[in-house]
């Protein structure tokens, strides 16, 4: 079970950081991701750290945030800097247990999902 927390609401140029907790099961055993959905869009990818540490980031996020794994809390953060109102959404994150590819950009390679948090920049 994936929680995500530390959403809110901040102003354009802000920042706020988010965290993914997992119950039940290991962080550094697979891949995380945070995806984001804003209204009347797709969910789309933000971040991802797979089981090595390795990274990735969606070009539009890219310099501005920052995934980030702390094995001994057994959490996943995502560090949002230079906050954009096009941020706005809703912020999830999930895991990837299979390690069948490094970097999993995709919604379907993830198989646990976390509730969502709500992040709102205001311009």
């Known amino acids: 079970q994936l929680q995500a927390f530390g959403g809110g609401l901040v102003q354009a140029g802000g920042s706020l950081r988010l965290s993914c907790v997992a119950s039940g099961r290991t962080f550094s055993d697979f891949s995380t991701g945070w995806f984001r959905q804003a209204p009347g869009k797709e969910r789309e990818f933000v971040a991802t750290i797979n089981w090595t540490g390795g990274t990735h980031y969606a070009d539009s996020v890219n310099g501005r945030f920052t995934i980030s794994r702390d094995n001994a809390k057994n959490t996943v953060n995502l560090q949002m800097n230079s906050l954009k109102p096009e941020d706005t959404a809703v912020y999830y994150c999930?895991?990837?247990?299979?390690?069948?590819?490094?970097?999993?950009?995709?919604?379907?390679?993830?198989?646990?999902w976390g509730q969502g948090t709500q992040v709102t920049v205001s311009s």
């Open positions: 999930a895991a990837d247990p299979d390690h069948l590819i490094t970097t999993a950009t995709h919604a379907l390679w993830y198989d646990y």
